[in-house]
């Protein structure tokens, strides 16, 4: 993967390491135009606001299609402005993003479900949805509501739903439109402990068995290695550390590696902290 490859530039110039990046990017492309879900490549991409101080500065970043990366850092390193470039919502100061693999949507689940009070559950899953007759949408989100344990709800409303139900529901309306590039921004924060270890393994499930590309924003260090194949730490908007999770799935909880990569990560951003 890329990242094995770009620690090799670790001791160069920095101009030399930036001119490797980009060849390792460029070599990574190629390789990646056939592979399921789309791959995502950002060049020299920076964004700032009205204040003029760049939030996302010059980045170079390749995420091979069908990868798992997660994406932690401090508050305001520009994690969620990372997130809104890529999928469009933000447009760039300077710099580009690419998109390889088709036309495959991308999609996002927020921290909060964002579901509509006054539609029902099966109404809020198809609400995105545009081909197709009224009765094939509502197929196709009951089939996306069954793939991540709500069959049975279809005709609940929100508000009688727990906050695991909801979040759940806000994943199948994100899966319906069966997205190339699913960005998750810290959508499993406000669940207690045990709820949030049932979504992380069902997110890792249906990433397995769909294989789009997945960006995931969180704090929580423990659900990155947990989760990804691959963890950018960003700090001030450059990326500080690109590290591989090479720990086979499925994983289990307080793996020595794990723990291993997960306190290195936490002593980069604790070190930078003090």
Known sequence: MIASTLRRFEGLAPASRAGLRREAISREIARDRAAPGLGITLRGLSKAFEDGKPVIDGLDLHVPAGQFVAVVGRSGCGKSTLLRLILGLEAPS????????????????????????WA???DNVAVGLRDGSAAERRERAAAALQEVGLADKTGQWP???????????????????????????EPLGALDALTRIDMQAMIERIWRAQGFTALLVT???AEAVALADRILVVEAGRIALDVPVTVPRPRRRGDAELAALEG??????????A
């Open 94 to 117: 300077a710099g580009r993003v690419a998109v390889e693999g088709g036309e495959a949507p991308r999609r996002i689940m927020f921290q909060e479900p964002r579901l509509l009070p």
């Open 120 to 122: 029902r559950v099966l």
């Open 159 to 185: 508000a009688t739903l727990s906050g695991g139900q909801r979040q759940r529901v806000a994943l199948a309306r994100a899966l319906v439109s069966h997205p190339g590039l699913l960005a998750l921004d």
């Open 219 to 221: 704090h929580d260090v």
């Open 264 to 273: 290195r990560i936490l002593d980069h951003l604790l070190d930078r902290r």
